[in-house]
């Protein structure tokens, strides 16, 4: 059974915004931190942004800090991603992402993946 599932990927302009949304079933994450990994056509996956079991720490890759906004709720075991002023290096397939550990999360430590949406900014 799929654990994380994404959601709102779309195809938007440049300066649009868009929202993404990570729904975490199965089995909680309330634990763990989270966060969402991107990955351009024919690039590798990168870290985006990551939020830690609390939602107090946040950690932002630096071509999104300032634009982009992560947040969770784990009472409703949900993630989002809030994307505003966004550009064509954004576009990817946006991955969902928990970790092992409580505060951070790179790709060594992620144990459950979504299976991605798509997000394309065209100019």
């Known amino acids: 059974q799929r654990q994380l599932v994404e959601s709102g990927g779309s195809m938007v302009r440049v300066g649009d915004s868009l929202r993404l949304s990570c729904k975490v079933s199965?089995?909680?994450?309330?634990?763990?931190?989270l966060g969402w990994f991107r990955q351009p056509a024919g690039k590798e996956r990168e870290f985006v942004a990551s939020?830690?079991?609390?939602?107090?720490?946040?950690r932002y890759a630096d071509s999104v800090k300032g634009r982009f906004t992560i947040s969770r709720d784990n009472a409703k075991n949900t993630m989002s991603l809030q994307m505003d002023s966004l550009g064509p290096d954004d576009t990817g397939v946006y991955y969902c992402?928990?970790?092992?550990?409580?505060?951070?999360?790179?790709?060594?430590?992620?144990?459950?993946w979504g299976l991605g949406t798509q997000v394309t900014v065209s100019s």
């Open positions: 939020v830690g079991w609390k939602g107090s720490i946040k």
């Open positions: 992402a928990a970790s092992r550990h409580a505060a951070a999360i790179s790709a060594d430590t992620v144990t459950s």
């Open positions: 199965g089995r909680t994450f309330s634990n763990n931190a």
